[in-house]
């Protein structure tokens, strides 16, 4: 069974610096994907960014960054230049097969 | 861009009634998915759906809950009968390709069983 852990429940930044949000996964299998999902206080689930692990080359979409290492089973998101519209919780999510395996989240507020 | 979108945005209803959710995939999308978030808890996965038929279930996919794509555009999540613990946010999913594509969701309807 795959397992997603998110060890930090909560964090804070100031507007305008970066943050990184850490994840640790666990599977026996060699294909899958990660992603990490934005959740603002609406609720609705946005796609930020999306890594295959067959890839070596770390993601990048405009402001956000992975750090992916697939050795060490970590996949740790950076948001740079953070803005106040960041504010939300950011769940890490793991797929192999079929269902998404999500983590418990991290509670992200960016501070004006 | 296409999105999913699901209906209604919040349901509220009492304990013992049935409810359907319904959702309304990316068109060409193929493989279809249900999951609830309880308040304050984190994402899980209900069942996943092809070719009109379950692929997987959860443990929390019980009897209670059913699944169906009664035409070409809609899927909805039917629970017979309401309990409280089922008050949560249920979120509809899909994805064009099988296993590792990209799942995108709609934006969720809270469900409050009183």
């Known amino acids: 069974a795959q397992t997603v852990t998110q060890s930090q429940p909560e964090m804070s930044v100031q507007e305008a610096e970066t943050v990184t949000l850490s994840c640790t996964y666990d599977?026996?299998?060699?294909?899958?994907?990660l992603f990490w999902y934005k959740q603002p206080p609406s609720r609705q689930m946005i796609l930020v960014i999306r890594?295959?692990?067959?890839?070596?080359q770390n993601a990048t979409e405009n402001r956000f960054s992975v750090n992916f290492q697939k050795a060490a089973k970590s996949f740790s998101l950076k948001i740079s230049d953070s803005q106040l519209g960041d504010t939300a919780m950011y769940f890490c999510?793991?797929?192999?097969?079929?269902?998404?395996?999500f983590g418990t989240g991290t509670r992200l507020t960016i501070i004006p | 861009e296409p999105e999913v979108t699901q209906t209604p945005s919040h349901q509220v209803t009492q304990m013992g009634q049935e409810v359907i959710l319904r959702c309304v995939p990316i068109?060409?999308?193929?493989?279809f998915y249900w999951y609830r978030q309880i308040l304050g808890q984190k994402v899980e996965f209900l069942v996943s759906?092809?070719?009109?038929?379950?692929?997987?279930k959860s443990e929390i996919f019980d009897d209670q809950f059913s699944v169906e794509r009664p035409d070409g555009s809609n899927f909805t999540l039917k629970i017979r009968s309401t309990k409280l613990e089922d008050s949560a946010m249920y979120f509809c999913?899909?994805?064009?390709?099988?296993?590792?594509?990209?799942?995108?969701f709609g934006p969720g309807t809270r469900l409050t069983v009183l």
């Open positions: 999510a793991f797929v192999g097969n079929e269902k998404l395996t």
């Open positions: 759906f092809y070719n009109n038929e379950i692929s997987e």
């Open positions: 068109s060409n999308h193929l493989y």
């Open positions: 599977t026996s299998e060699n294909n899958y994907y």
């Open positions: 999913a899909s994805r064009l390709a099988p296993s590792t594509d990209t799942q995108y």
């Open positions: 890594q295959e692990a067959y890839k070596q």
